[in-house]
């Protein structure tokens, strides 16, 4: 659990500032830098970009630099976008900072995946990583002060980012233990994936993908949605994010929950609570109550599909942590990369409200598809594959006489 916490510590700098709270900040940035919706959504979509791109070089890194220094330079890149973001003059220097701070979102997650499998047992590593994720809506919680009453001093807002960002960097150093390998060197050699769980990761990136391309509306353009829209002031947006954030947290007990019981059902239900708060949003822009509690059933929704989608990659590939809880991070960042910009085409063509309104019946055509969210292997009987999910996860952490892995027996079991 200290572990679980002091990560969600992390994400919260990494996810929740570095990147997410972009959206916050968005109507007083635009309005200094004289900047049109287009050219905000292209922006919007620069740190996704980068997450995705760095996702792909973060399993190596953590095993080249190890966990430590693969965090600290997470940390070091995510203050330096900050600070970039603070004193930018213009949309190319505000692209560059946004594109530094989304390269440390790629890096932070793998890098604690890799301390994860060094001192927490493998049966609770889904619940630590679902726990860790939930940092991110801390994070967006955090930068609410800051819009409340630094409505109009974004710079210094940043900066302050910046500074939390560098504290970090030096608790990382002293906390995150130095590991060279995501897994122990006597570790079993996980099996080859099959064909089967190349399937469902398949299905499980899709829905990945199509949730962050729907939640690019919200996480860009809500705030300035009920800015321009519903004529609020800037500093009224702040609530936005707070509500986003406290029911954001719930997020990590509900897809503990689904992830143990019925994960396509709570994933359509889900899915329609995004789409509602979309289409909320955009109906009654000027009603800051309802504004609000549109983001509070926007940040339930987000964390607990972004946490379901976490540990349904955990338990398809048990042992696999440089991979499988990386894909649908990945999924669901390409999904919000080419959403974002296309929000902003939509804006300007139709204006705030048609757009949300587009993209609430997209998450709704998603939902009814989520009867072909996958499921861990071995449910069903005709299955001969090997056994994933929970069960396989502990299976992984037993040891025999000499302290080696132990493989399951599942012949033996499949038997009895």
Known sequence: MRFALFGAGLIAITYGLARFAFGLFVPPIRADLGLTPEVIGIIGALPLISFILASLVAPFLSVRLGARYTAML??????????????????VSLGVGVF?????????????????QAVVERSMHGRVSSIMNAGTSVGVAVAVPAVLFLADAWRL???????????GVVATWR????????????????????????????????????MGFVS?????????LVVTLGELPPGATG??????????????????????????????????????????LAASPENLFLAAFSALVFGLAYMSLTGLYLMTGIRLLPGRLSMGPVLPFVAVSLGQAVGSPVVGMLVKAFGYA?????????????????????????????????ETGLQAAYDSQLLDADGNPLEPDTEGARAS
Do not use: H, K
Request: aromatic share 10%; net charge negative; proline share 8%.
């Open 74 to 91: 997470s940390g070091t890149l995510a203050a330096s976008g900050l600070l970039v973001i603070s004193q930018s003059p213009d949309a």
């Open 354 to 386: 048609e757009a949300f309104a587009i993209f609430a019946a997209i998450g709704v055509v998603v939902a009814i598809l989520s009867p072909l969210y996958p499921r861990t292997i071995g449910e069903e009987p005709e299955e001969d594959e090997r």
């Open 239 to 280: 609530w936005l994010w707070l509500a986003v954030g406290i029911a954001g947290l719930g997020g990590a007990v509900v897809a503990d929950l689904a992830d143990r019981n019925n994960p396509p059902i709570t994933q359509a239900l889900m899915l329609m609570m995004l789409s509602t708060s979309l289409a909320l």
């Open 216 to 224: 690019a509306a919200y996480w860009i353009f809500a705030p300035d």
């Open 100 to 116: 530094a701070c989304g390269i440390s979102t790629g890096l932070m997650m793998p890098a604690l995946s890799g301390a994860m």
């Open 175 to 210: 906390l995150i233990p130095s590991v060279s390998r995501v897994t122990p060197s006597d570790a079993a050699p996980p099996a080859p994936i099959s064909s089967l769980q190349w399937w469902r990761l398949g299905w499980l990136s899709v829905f990945a993908f199509l």
């Open 157 to 167: 807002a940043y900066g302050a980012f910046a500074v939390l960002a560098v504290i």
